[in-house]
């Protein structure tokens, strides 16, 4: 099934009255054919992280929970997945979504069934390179066996490798906001290291540049409106900059800015000193979010 139509299909599901609750949600999922699900699957996963909201989130924690729930049930929407889907950057969210969970929480259950499967089944295999298990994990030996590794560890590093890497460094504070904006709106299907370098360079913001670090969460704050993504910025980078050293230019910052303002009504400050609390409690009043 193409792209297009699967992303019909997950629209069509999030829209169903049944997925009020998650009981309600996981009663309806379980009734749908292998194939539908294996469809809807491979439609979230590219489904940007600003759109994961509502029914669609639903389905996300329904699918992460499978494996813990249905060990058997998810080691059919593995394979089924496998076997219908030709995109490889969303057969490699496989791994992390479904195979580490599964023989992590049953894998004493499920690890025959692999082997065998993995016998006849080249893109298994291929999958399993990507599994790490602990050296005294008992199934470390077994899944070593019938795991390509090195095909899988190829394809990964293209995967992660970025077309244009980015230099954080050199980059304006406005290059910046752009670029946290594209990267953590991505899905995970389509994140690469240069996600990894813009958390990065957030630390060492953090560490080394507090002011620039403010700079950018207000840059970003100008360009950007999802309620996804704010609250990323607010219980990530904003959270992380708060400070006795920085509470100054936070409430001056908030005193002018209503937009700021609000951003700190997603920060979690409970461990905050006495003070610090007091002054954030001030700010923020009845914005909490």
Request: hydrophobic fraction near 45%.
């Amino acid at each position: 099934m193409a792209p297009a139509d699967n992303t019909g299909l997950l629209e069509a599901v999030a829209a169903a009255p049944q997925l009020r609750t998650p009981d309600e949600t996981e009663a309806f999922l379980d009734s749908l054919p292998l194939g539908e699900l294996a469809s809807m699957w491979c439609a979230l996963q590219r489904v940007s992280r600003r759109d994961q909201v509502g029914s669609i989130w639903a389905i996300k924690l329904y699918f992460d929970h499978l494996p813990h729930r249905l060990p058997q049930g998810a080691l059919d929407l593995v394979l089924e997945v496998l076997k219908t889907e030709g995109d490889k950057p969303t057969m490699m969210q496989l791994n992390d979504k479904f195979l580490l969970s599964l023989l992590y929480a049953h894998g004493a259950e499920v690890i025959a069934r692999i082997e065998r499967e993995a016998a006849h089944n080249d893109r298994l295999r291929w999958l399993l390179g990507g599994v790490h298990t602990a050296p005294d994990d008992p199934l470390t030996a077994r899944i070593a066996l019938i795991a390509d590794s090195e095909r899988w560890e190829a394809d990964h590093l293209a995967q992660r490798t970025p077309r244009e890497p980015l230099d954080c460094a050199s980059m304006s504070v406005a290059a910046l906001a752009r670029a946290w904006v594209e990267q953590y709106s991505r899905s995970e299907r389509d994140q690469d290291d240069n996600l990894f370098a813009i958390m990065d360079f957030e630390r060492d913001l953090r560490e080394d540049d507090p002011d620039r670090m403010i700079d950018l969460i207000l840059e970003i704050l100008k360009i950007e409106s999802n309620p996804v993504l704010l609250a990323l910025l607010a219980a990530g980078p904003l959270e992380d900059v708060i400070s006795a050293g920085t509470i100054d230019r936070i409430e001056r910052e908030a005193r002018g800015n209503q937009r700021f303002r609000d951003l700190l009504g997603g920060v979690w400050y409970y461990r905050a000193s006495d003070e610090l609390k007091t002054r954030l409690d001030a700010l923020v009043g009845a914005g909490r979010w």
